[in-house]
T-cell receptor, first 110, second 114 residues
Framework: GIQVEQSPPDLILQEGANSTLRCNFS?????LQWFHQNPWGQLINLFY???GTKQNGRLSATTVATERYSLLYISSSQTTDSGVYFC????????????FGQGTRLTINP | DTAVSQTPKYLVTQMGNDKSIKCEQN?????MYWYKQDSKKFLKIMFS???????INETVPNRFSPKSPDKAHLNLHINSLELGDSAVYFC?????????????FGPGTRLLVL
């Protein structure tokens, strides 16, 4: 099956810093999503971004499908950005299935 | 008003028991999902229901059975619980039947099997 690898596994930053999270995948995809799970466990769907760039406030994401990676940018980090960020992909061919990466744990210190 | 709600939030039970987790969404969505998150935070899709019809059944044991009385509800029944079933189970919903749109998640149900 498709492999999804996220890096770094852990990231600790000070408030106000910028960060870049990466998601590599091993096969062609027609779907890529970014999720945030806050420290209380709540999951939020951030972006649906199979290709191109999207922005939502301080967050933006870019997917280069031909090179099989996606990047999530967080600017001017706030403590509320802490949590685990998951990337999930769906292969272009084969059964409809969303496969998750192992996540990047982001800690923003005040 | 909670968009996607799950009950119970916590469930502690003995091995071999049968239990159910309920999920309700008030968003008018056509598709609902169940995800499992294990102790290492790994997320995996279990089931997807589109307008009361199963459209995905990932390789989960048949002890797990989703039941959808109507499109606003997708309950998860688990028979003969095992230690490895301990996890957090998330319900989610989306407008249509593909993963190519925003999903809205419930708060999760933390299941502990002793």
């Amino acid at each position: 099956g498709i492999q999804v690898e996220q890096s770094p596994p852990d990231l600790i930053l000070q408030e106000g810093a910028n960060s870049t999270l990466r998601c590599n995948f091993s096969d062609s995809v027609n779907n890529l999503q970014w999720f945030h799970q806050n420290p209380w466990g709540q999951l939020i769907n951030l972006f649906y971004i199979p290709s191109g760039t999207k922005q939502n406030g301080r967050l933006s994401a870019t997917t280069v499908a031909t090179e099989r990676y996606s990047l999530l940018y967080i600017s001017s980090s706030q403590t509320t950005d802490s949590g685990v960020y998951f990337c999930a992909v769906e292969r272009s061919q084969g059964a409809q299935k969303l496969v998750f990466g192992q996540g990047t744990r982001l800690t923003i210190n005040p | 008003d909670t968009a996607v709600s799950q009950t119970p939030k916590y469930l502690v039970t003995q091995m071999g028991n049968d239990k159910s987790i309920k999920c309700e969404q008030n968003l008018g969505h056509d598709t609902m999902y169940w995800y499992k998150q294990d102790s290492k935070k790994f997320l995996k899709i279990m089931f997807s229901y589109n307008n009361k019809e199963l459209i995905i059944n990932e390789t989960v044991p048949n002890r797990f059975s989703p039941k959808s009385p109507d499109k606003a509800h997708l309950n998860l029944h688990i028979n003969s619980l095992e230690l490895g079933d301990s996890a957090v189970y998330f319900c989610a919903s989306s407008q249509e039947g593909s993963f190519q749109e925003t999903q809205y998640f419930g708060p999760g149900t933390r299941l502990l099997v002793l």
